[in-house]
Nanobody
């Protein structure tokens, strides 16, 4: 089992920045993929950014150049640096991990971009 706890969400003005963190605990060896997803009201959950075990990253087109995903070498912390935030970035952000073909999710953290 893997437990995931997100932090760092909040209210920010358009153009501002936030940094999300996800603390992973439990049986974390053999994690193959870590990612951030988000879900806005009345919309489907979507992939924001992901990082594979080899360090390669992928991003949604809507956040490329603005968001940066990173993790520590022990895979116990996953971060998402979000810059130049827009109102469309408002959503609940979820930490996600895949380990041995099983999916694990955090409880989510709210990000609201509004003036």
């Amino acid at each position: 089992q893997v437990q995931l706890v997100e932090s760092g969400g909040g209210l920010v003005q358009p153009g501002g920045s936030l940094r999300l963190s996800c603390a992973a605990s439990g049986t974390i060896f053999s994690i193959t993929y870590m990612a951030w997803y988000r879900q806005a009201p009345e919309k489907q959950r979507e992939l924001v950014a992901g990082i594979s075990s080899d360090g390669s990253t992928n991003y949604a087109d809507s956040v490329k150049g603005r968001f940066t995903i990173s993790r520590d070498r022990t895979k116990t912390t996953l971060n998402l640096q979000m810059n130049t935030l827009k109102p469309d970035d408002t959503a609940v952000y979820y930490c996600y991990v895949n380990r041995l073909a099983k999916d694990y999710w955090g409880q989510g953290t709210q990000v609201t971009v509004s003036s």
